[in-house]
């Protein structure tokens, strides 16, 4: 006899991998002497439908991260009812910088300060402060967005003095393939420049914004606070 609506297998799947996430990160969090509850998982749904990001924050995820503005802003709409908080990390182009002050709670992508100027000015009063990160080409690739390492602390400085922006750290994406120790390596020089941030301009930045689904073991090893896990959650983006 069923009793209630049967589970898709899409649904029993997203149950299963959220759990299996969450124990990989407890796992490796704890090795490192770190609290499950210190290190965020953002459901990466962008290329998702609406019913999956449901299903989603029927299972407790409570925040998403998108990449296009358009469509994040249409489920954003539809899931209005729940209280969810909205990431964006995606590359914030400077027309696009008032939908995106008036619609998510987080910006993960800054690396220049014209665009940190904009959200700042166009956040609704309202709203409590949108939290910002720094986006970090900590890898040094030729084609990535994010400023270089040694220009951070500067741009750090001059967010953190934005009205309506709550600087909350660095966030950085790795080269796709690359093996663990180089993961690591890279994972860990993000670490050592949020305290040198922190240590010149007697900061609280408490946010390193890293690990996606290939690399996400390395980043919390190496002192991840969120993550943003797409496929490792939902499976293949569709399309
Ligand atoms: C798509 C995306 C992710 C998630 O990628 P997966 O490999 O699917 O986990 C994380 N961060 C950013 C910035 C992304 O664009």
Redesign the pocket.
Known sequence: MLIGPQNSAADDALARNLRALRARIEATGAAGGRNERSITLVA?S?GHGEQRLRAAADLGVRDF?E?YLQEALLKRERLAARALIWHF??RVQSNKTRPIAENFDWV??IDRLGVAERLSAQRPAALAPLQVCIQVNISAEQAKAGVAPAAAAALAADVARLPQLRLRGLMC?LPHGQKSQANRHAFAAMRLLLAHINAGQGGHLDTLSMG???DFDDAVAEGATLV?????LFGA?PG
């Open positions: 990466v962008k991260g990449s990390i995606g993960h992508g994406i996606m689904s290939a943003r896990i797409g496929t490792a983006r």
